[in-house]
């Protein structure tokens, strides 16, 4: 296919951020990250903007303190038997609870288990990556 060229202007500050990230990474040139962070970005939006069928991680960190929050989110899981097929908790500290939990199905049923669980309160940070399954 065809390429073509475009020009984008930025702040040197942002510039000089992207141009470290792009060398930690080990990209040959910007072109290729930038090709590579939009292929990245629409994918996510696609698969979260339609109702394919896609999977996905929540990756939530809270505070198993609150009272029955971790009953809570284990309940939830199986509200919908066959959308969550896997789970990874992780006891950070004395407090705190990491927990990924990897789903499979269509994007709305899979947001909103995502939404009911990282709403939840005692959760203090979540992060829901959606890929279209093809
Ligand atoms: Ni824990």
């Known amino acids: 296919m065809k390429s073509s060229r475009f ?5 040197e500050g ?7 990230y792009i060398s930690q990474k080990g990209y040959a040139n910007r ?3 930038i ?5 990245d970005h629409l994918a996510h939006e696609k698969a979260a903007a339609t109702n394919q069928d896609v999977v996905g991680t929540l990756t939530m960190v809270f505070n198993h303190d609150k009272r029955n929050l971790a009953e809570k989110l284990t309940t939830h ?3 919908e038997p066959g959308l969550v097929i896997s789970s990874t908790h992780i006891h950070l500290d ?3 609870c990491l927990e990924v939990i990897i789903l499979k199905g269509k994007a709305k049923a899979v947001r909103t288990m ?3 669980l990282s709403t939840a309160r005692g959760v ?3 992060k829901l990556i959606l890929l279209p399954q093809k």
């Open 7 to 11: 020009g984008v202007s930025m702040k």
């Open 14 to 20: 942002l510039l000089t951020e992207l141009d470290s």
């Open 31 to 33: 072109s290729e990250a």
């Open 35 to 39: 090709r590579d962070f939009i292929r």
């Open 77 to 79: 899981q199986h509200s």
């Open 94 to 96: 004395k407090h705190d």
């Open 114 to 116: 995502a939404d009911t």
């Open 124 to 126: 203090l940070h979540s």
